[in-house]
């Protein structure tokens, strides 16, 4: 048997190199947190509570309320997925119904199953240009508010998990129009604030809620996140109750000593740690424009339809052209130079940086990438088939609209059977499917399973890329609902 503390320490002093959140990338030292368990407390005498803070605990979360410019920000340990299902309960009623974003997170789902919600998907656009999704459109928001006039909320995911930002203004003004929130994931966008070259945040275009999972891009553990309120149109007071629900009523102080230390670390030394970030980031963006097989996705992406704005803090490199796959290529990256990704795709690896990353760790994804792309363009010369493509590369995220036979919540509670996967064509699906990271169902409970996911699953398990969320770990069988469920839906 192997020690998962023993097996992190020797992990820790080795020479990997974490392109992966958290975003302390092992870098930070704070010596008052140097020992967790001289500090790990209860709610004793002067440290407040979380769940009615008054003293310390106050005091920190109005540090991160200044910060972030907001009127009410709260400490989340339970990552962001505490957040939304606190702000999608708060925003709505049991029945209600919900504008969703169909890349959502499955944190979105499970509140709408919390919740019953009757819910309406908006699908992001497919960039041709690269094969990325790409932003949710302010035309397909005010048709399905004119369509739904009995919504109570939308929620968007901006930015997506490969950086992609929506017109946040604009769909704010839209969804404000008919007197409802618009709440927005942005947990991949706690930096936004902290540097111009950043997208704007949410927090600044009219958002209502916004969520910020602090340990994905800035100094804090993993578990910790920010749920932000602005403006009237959502009650507090309902925040906080859910908030009592979904997140523990025994809340780590050592994760909230960390989030205190991340503001604190952002508030006196963020102007300057994140000036020698950009410039870092920037340094390695120039230098991987020299790849001549495998691609750099950038700002280009802009000037696609529906994609406002796009995070250079994402460096999503495209193996479209290359004689290898994602999964090739992060096996690559981690066994040869012992570089950890964040995420391996069909056709295309992430590598999330943050401001606690160095110059030396820039450098080697930098070298790295290049010594590879030069032994990729070695490889191909003179071969049939070199020239230049059109750069296109598979999402593997990428959303199709599925049909929905029934709502998430009576789907997951109705009679169901596990039949293999290959026979399943045309049954409602009692389970989800999705690849984790980045956590988007591709499957949803109550939606009708056709040829193109069964052929998109196939395809992914063939590159070794197996589904989470079905109860078969295997990938062979899948829970529908029963034949006389189906007719009595």
């Known amino acids: 048997m192997n020690d998962l503390d023993k097996a992190l320490y020797q992990y820790s002093r080795s020479d990997f190199y974490p392109f992966h959140m958290p975003g302390h990338k092992r870098q930070v030292q704070n010596e008052y947190l140097c020992n967790p368990y001289a500090v790990d407390i209860t709610e004793i ?12 605990l106050k005091e920190n979360q109005d540090m991160a309320a200044s910060l972030y410019h907001t009127e009410k920000s709260w400490f989340l340990i339970n990552g962001s997925t505490g957040g939304i299902l606190a702000a999608v309960s ?13 890349n959502c997170h499955k944190a979105v789902y499970h509140a ?22 790409g932003g949710i459109s302010s035309i397909d928001v005010k048709k399905a508010l004119q369509e739904n006039p009995d919504t109570e909320a939308v929620i968007l995911t901006s930015p997506s998990y490969d950086g992609v930002v929506s017109d946040i203004r604009k769909i704010a003004e839209l969804v404000h129009s008919r007197g409802i929130p618009l709440l927005v994931d942005e947990a991949h966008g706690a930096h936004f604030p902290f540097y111009k070259g950043f997208p704007t945040s949410a927090l600044d275009l009219g958002a209502d809620v916004v969520i910020h999972s602090l340990h994905k891009t ?10 932000h309120k602005k403006g009237n149109r959502v009650s507090e007071e309902k925040l906080e109750e859910f908030l009592d629900i979904y997140e523990t009523s025994s809340p780590s102080y050592v994760l909230m000593g960390g989030i205190s230390f991340c503001l604190r670390y952002i508030k006196e030394q963020g102007e300057t740690a994140f000036r020698k970030f950009w410039q870092n980031l920037q340094q390695c963006r120039k230098s991987l424009e020299d790849l001549r097989v495998l691609r750099l996705i950038g700002k280009e992406l802009k000037n696609q339809e529906d994609i406002f704005d796009f995070d250079d803090s994402k460096i999503v490199i495209s193996t479209a052209w290359a004689d290898l796959s994602g999964c090739q290529l992060h096996r690559i990256l981690r066994e040869r130079y012992h570089l950890e990704m964040e995420m391996e795709a069909e056709q295309y690896v992430l590598a999330l940086t943050s401001v606690m990353d160095s110059r030396e760790g820039f450098r080697r994804l930098t070298e790295a990438l290049l010594e590879i792309d030069r032994e990729l363009a070695k490889r191909r010369s003179g071969r049939e088939g070199s020239a230049a493509r059109e750069l296109c590369f598979i999402e593997s995220s990428s959303q199709t609209c599925r049909e929905q036979a029934l709502p998430i919540w009576k789907a ?19 389970e989800y499917a999705y690849l984790y990271p980045p956590g988007i169902p591709l499957l949803v409970p109550g939606e009708k399973i056709d040829s193109e996911f069964l052929n998109h699953a196939e395809k992914l398990k063939q590159q070794g890329l197996l589904l989470q969320g079905m109860k078969d770990y295997s990938q062979k069988f899948i829970r529908v609902l029963k034949k006389e469920e189906k007719t009595n839906g």
């Open 112 to 133: 709408a199953y919390l919740r019953g919600l009757e819910t309406v998907y908006l699908y992001p656009s497919y960039e041709p240009f690269c094969g990325l999704n």
């Open 45 to 56: 005498t002067d440290f407040d509570n979380l769940h009615h803070a008054e003293g310390i």
């Open 412 to 430: 997951m509670e109705s009679s169901c059977e596990s039949i293999l996967l290959e026979k399943s064509q045309g049954r409602i699906s009692a």
């Open 90 to 102: 708060a925003c709505t009623s049991r029945g209600g119904k919900l504008i969703m974003a169909r």
């Open 218 to 227: 800035l100094p804090a553990m993993t578990q910790t996140a920010l749920l």
